[in-house]
């Protein structure tokens, strides 16, 4: 058990439809990091989050978003999906103040499909 | 642009087997992670390093800066250790991972 939990564990949805996936960090830690996981891309990072605020950008689409709340979890929206979206979201935690990303760990992922 | 190639892509063993599985990455980096994610899809970080080597139980990684590669070794492997393997690489100061395409690894008792 990483101490990191994703909810939900999986997600069937129709295209179009908008989506909200959670994040509870390790327990301390501040910074948190979201990776898309698809069979044609691999895994992508998205966005971190360092104590509520946005610290790195990666390959996010407009359509997505993501906070960081005062009680360190995080939330990940998808909107207006497409197939393509289908994916396994991870989200991951660590003591890294920013600098690097210091050890990871990860949730289980949340796995969406778009129907 | 930083990429990072995984070789090879797919590797099978017998049980008892020294392992490698190597990562190549093209631009000066500060770190580099390797991650470990089993069929059911859950990730697990296995090392994290900027220089020489570090040691794990049976997992063995080193890096050469210079060279621009990574080796990830798993001595007298087992079949539970059958999952991908992932080399991710992160330079710069902030949280921002590249990852390889990963090594699929099956061991066979």
């Known amino acids: 058990d990483s101490g990191v939990t994703q909810t939900p564990k999986h997600l069937i949805t129709a295209t179009g439809q908008r989506v909200t996936l959670r994040c509870s960090p390790r327990s301390g830690d501040l910074s948190v990091y979201w990776y898309q996981q698809s069979l044609d891309q691999g895994l992508q990072f998205l966005i971190q989050y360092y104590n509520g605020e946005e610290r790195a950008k990666g390959n996010i689409l407009e359509r997505f978003s993501a906070q960081q709340f005062p009680d360190l979890h995080s939330e990940l929206n998808l909107s207006s999906l497409e197939l393509g979206d289908s994916a396994l979201y991870f989200c991951a935690s660590s003591l890294s103040t920013g600098g690097d990303t210091g050890e990871l760990f990860f949730g289980e992922g949340s796995r969406l499909t778009v129907l | 642009k930083n990429e990072v190639e995984q070789s090879p892509q797919n590797l099978t063993a017998q049980e008892g087997e020294f392992i490698t599985i190597n990562c190549s990455y093209s631009?000066?980096?500060?770190?580099l992670h390797w991650l470990q994610q089993h069929p059911g899809g859950g990730i697990v970080s296995l090392f994290m390093?900027?220089?020489g080597k570090k040691k794990h139980g049976r997992l063995i990684a080193t890096i050469n800066i210079q060279e621009k590669h990574s080796s990830l070794h798993i001595t007298a492997s087992h079949p539970r250790d059958s999952a991908v393997y992932i080399c991710?690489?992160?330079?710069?100061?902030?949280?921002?991972?590249?990852f390889g395409q990963g090594t699929t690894l099956q061991v066979k008792p």
């Open positions: 390093l900027s220089s």
């Open positions: 991710a690489s992160h330079s710069g100061n902030t949280g921002k991972l590249i």
């Open positions: 631009v000066g980096i500060s770190a």
